[in-house]
């Protein structure tokens, strides 16, 4: 991990340990779903999706590491359906939340969300519920 990256996850440990302020409750314009396995990841917009498969590398990681790059991949398939645009992410998983010690699923979370700040998404996060 970089020495610049550190800060930041001083930062997040912090935010997990003290009162949040109340974010303003915004409607999302456009809800993704998201779902994946050992092969790969699918998500959709209705009625739009995407789908991918992973490579060797990624089949290995852990759940959680996987799971954010199916988020990742779908935000960027769909950047410009999103852009400027309130998202909603239902997930079953919900380390996808965000709410990780992990140092590598943070880094993995920062370059999202920097991604989402350059093309104005804001990011959401639902629970999706199995059926």
Not at 92 to 97: E, L, R, S
């Amino acid at each position: 991990m970089g020495e610049h990256v550190r800060p930041h996850l001083l930062v997040v440990d912090n935010l997990q340990h003290s009162v949040r302020p109340e974010v303003p409750s915004i409607r999302p314009q456009v809800i993704t779903f998201f779902d994946t396995s050992n092969e790969g990841w699918g998500a959709s917009i209705v009625p739009r999706q995407a789908a991918g498969k992973w490579d060797d590398r990624l089949r290995s990681q852990h759940l959680n590491i996987v799971e954010l790059q199916a988020v990742s991949n779908a935000l960027h398939h769909f950047q410009k359906d999103i852009m400027g645009q309130s998202v909603l992410i239902k997930t079953v998983n919900m380390t996808v939340q965000g709410g990780t010690r992990s140092s590598g699923l943070c880094f993995q979370t920062w370059e999202m969300f920097q991604w989402a700040i350059r093309n104005g998404v804001d990011l959401r996060h639902g629970q999706q519920t199995l059926s």
